[in-house]
């Protein structure tokens, strides 16, 4: 089944660790997007990438970091920079090209022990 | 920033009502609206789009209308069913841009 897988569904951090959220997907997408999802405030975007290892900041990037060293794979790296990082986090693919229909994948919860 | 302005943040419409959800924007630089669905615990998922030069579009129950000049866009749900009961996002895509800007949400409830 073609589609956007991301592990883990459900992750803890302590204060002062880093930690990795993994997305994959096998659409042959070359666009990809990392989201933070809040109640009430929509999806924010954190980091896009139109390319293997190039990628932009979104308008929340402060506190997380990314890379895109493979086609397939976006993982996203919540620092200990980041104070608030409780939420919900969505990876997204798209092609390239006039229209940027995203498809989601199921979203890791990220909580703060 | 860009920003879509969503409303209302919650809805609630009796089965079989028509459940509208309402979406303002900025700028006209953009050339796609998309509207997303997205169940409790789930990504969301795109549930119908429009581009500016048409004013309406309908799949089954679910339209958009388009106000180009009021810069404003809508979903309309017909006879909605409790499946239904989902958060809505409304979104834009601006031209040349490779990235989405989405609305706050509107959390849909269809009382049975």
């Known amino acids: 089944d073609g589609g956007i897988t991301q592990s883990p569904k459900y992750l803890f951090r302590k204060e002062g660790q880093n930690v990795t959220l993994s997305c994959e997907q096998n659409l042959n997408h070359d666009a990809m997007y990392w989201y933070r999802q809040d109640p009430g405030q929509g999806l924010r975007l954190i980091y896009y990438?139109?390319?293997?290892?190039?990628?932009q900041k979104g308008d929340i990037a402060e506190g997380y970091s990314v890379s895109r060293e493979k086609k397939e794979s976006f993982p996203l790296t919540v620092t200990s920079a980041q104070k608030n990082p409780t939420a919900f986090y969505l990876c997204?693919?798209?092609?390239?090209?006039?229209?940027?229909?995203?498809?989601f994948g199921a979203g890791t919860r990220l909580s703060v022990l | 920033q860009q920003q879509v302005k969503q409303s209302p943040q919650s809805l609630i419409v009796q089965k079989g009502g028509i459940s509208i959800i309402n979406c303002a924007y900025e700028?006209?630089?953009?050339?796609?609206f998309p509207w997303y669905q997205q169940f409790p615990g789930k990504g969301p998922a795109l549930l119908i789009a429009i581009r500016p030069d048409v004013s309406e579009k309908k799949e089954g129950r679910f339209t958009i209308s388009f106000n180009k000049s009021a810069k404003q866009f809508s979903l309309h749900i017909m006879d909605s069913q409790p499946g239904d009961s989902a958060t809505y996002f409304c979104?834009?895509?601006?031209?040349?841009?490779?990235?989405?800007?989405f609305g706050q949400g509107t959390r849909l409830t269809i009382n049975p």
């Open positions: 979104a834009q895509h601006k031209q040349g841009a490779q990235k989405l800007v």
């Open positions: 990438s139109q390319i293997v290892n190039d990628f």
């Open positions: 700028n006209t630089a953009f050339d796609y």
């Open positions: 997204a693919s798209s092609v390239t090209g006039s229209l940027n229909i995203q498809y």
